[in-house]
């Protein structure tokens, strides 16, 4: 063999015998790590990944964990100010119970959006009780009451809100009102879906009622208690099942009824404005607007301090602010001023699991394709109706048999049904 091929040989095992050392090493050190990742805690060899769900999960992921007999959970589905945001809706939070009531405490602008994330059937979302009747609390009542007919709500929904200083202020009248401003659209869904869910049940109660018991069913009794924002007409509610206590203020000044009555509440939600000085910096207020908003018309974070040290709940819950990097600290701050407590400061889509030991505070999984759950009763077909047009807009349709005519006998097929194309 000639010198070069010898090195040339000599080179080559070389460089083989490298190889094989530095794949050996790698093998090793690849399952050191494996070792190391998943057994860190264990002297065993290496398993496969587990596949059952993990027992204990830091997000909950909606209609996929049961609600336990002794146990509620709270949903914020809008903790923002008025004005919406895609973070944050207005005021609304939904309240589940394990009997298997469910309840929202007020529904305002942008709140719709967040409720249908729950995977709930609509016909269990029932019960509406309204604060006041500003728009960042009952805002999406008519999307959610008229929507729902279409989200299969088949069961007739139920309103509980104050009355007013004279009837035209109240609920009642409220409601009548939206019945008349959206009687278009109740015509057009009347006629054309199984139109139960679009009955209301309004219960009108007093404001001035001091601990007066509004709902009473299934071993749930509800309270009003006034209220001081805007004008005569605002409440705040305490709900107490189980042994356990929840108090909602929906908007208010500090007040004495909430002092004696929500007192050592599990879990008391009550709002806390923004400061009059970010209002100033942040949403171009002037000077007064600020005070006569953050510090009179609402509860600022310092007043909710000092709320909470009389309410000594076991959680205090913060709302009604926009709650990011910046703003959140200083409210918190200034809350500390007056509160030592517990308290969260919460977000859309937070989530409270409250029993008589624990209360476990989570995010929630957000489902951005989100549709209806089935209906819970059997639907009635909608009454064949004569044509709502006049002839004038009936005289512009175009039928396209040879169109419509092959959807219909594709439905009757599937369906075993005997439908005709036109409204009869």
């Not at 080559?12 to 090493?25: M, N, Q, S």
């Not at 405490?105 to 609509?122: L, M, N, V």
């Not at 019945?179 to 054309?192: L, P």
């Not at 199984?194 to 071993?219: A, H, M, P, S």
Request: proline share 6%.
């Amino acid at each position: 063999m000639s010198k070069t091929n010898f090195y040339l040989v000599s080179t080559l095992i070389f460089v083989l015998a490298i190889g094989i050392a530095l794949g050996v090493y790698k093998d090793k050190i690849v399952q050191e790590i494996r070792i190391t990742t998943a057994d860190a805690a264990k002297d065993k060899k290496p398993t496969f990944s587990p596949v059952k769900a993990l027992s204990d999960r830091d997000v909950y992921y909606p209609g996929t964990e049961d609600l336990k007999p002794d146990e509620m959970r709270i949903v914020a589905c809008g903790t923002g100010q008025p004005s919406v945001r895609p973070k944050q809706a207005a005021s609304c939070w939904l309240l589940e119970l394990g009997n298997g009531d469910k309840f929202l405490f007020d529904i305002g602008s942008g709140s719709h959006e967040r409720i249908s994330a729950q995977k709930i059937p609509y016909d269990y979302m029932d019960k509406v009780f309204l604060g006041h009747l500003h728009v960042d609390h009952f805002g999406d009542f008519a999307s959610f009451w008229l929507g729902g007919t279409v989200m299969n709500r088949l069961t007739p929904l139920r309103v509980w809100g104050p009355s007013g200083a004279t009837p035209e202020y109240g609920t009642k009248a409220a409601m009548q009102n939206l019945k008349e401003a959206y009687v278009w659209d109740i015509a057009t869904r009347s006629g054309f879906v199984d139109f139960r869910g679009g009955e209301l049940e309004v219960t009108e109660f007093d404001y001035k009622g001091v601990n007066k018991v509004i709902f009473n069913e299934n071993g749930v009794i509800i309270r009003s208690i006034p209220a001081i924002h805007a004008l005569d007409g605002s409440v705040s509610f305490i709900l107490e099942w189980n042994g356990l206590k929840f108090a909602y203020s929906s908007d208010t000044f500090p007040n004495k009824w909430w002092h004696e009555y929500a007192k050592g509440a599990d879990i008391a939600i009550h709002e806390c404005f923004l400061p009059p000085t970010l209002l100033v910096t942040k949403q171009g207020f002037t000077p007064l607007e600020g005070l006569n908003v953050g510090a009179q018309a609402h509860t600022s974070p310092e007043q909710f301090g000092k709320v909470m040290s009389l309410t000594q709940p076991r959680l205090a819950v913060a709302f009604h602010f926009y709650n990011d990097f910046d703003t959140g600290p200083e409210v918190m701050e200034r809350i500390r001023k007056t509160y030592d407590g517990p308290v969260a400061l919460s977000q859309d889509y937070m989530v409270f699991n409250v029993t008589k030991n624990d209360i476990r505070v989570r995010m929630s999984a957000i489902d951005e394709d989100i549709w209806p759950s089935p209906a819970l009763k059997k639907k009635i077909p909608p009454s064949s109706i004569e044509s709502p047009f006049s002839d004038f807009i009936s005289s512009g349709a175009l039928a396209y048999p040879e169109v419509v005519g092959p959807i219909y006998e594709e439905v009757n097929e599937i369906y075993g049904t005997d439908y005709k194309p036109g409204i009869k």
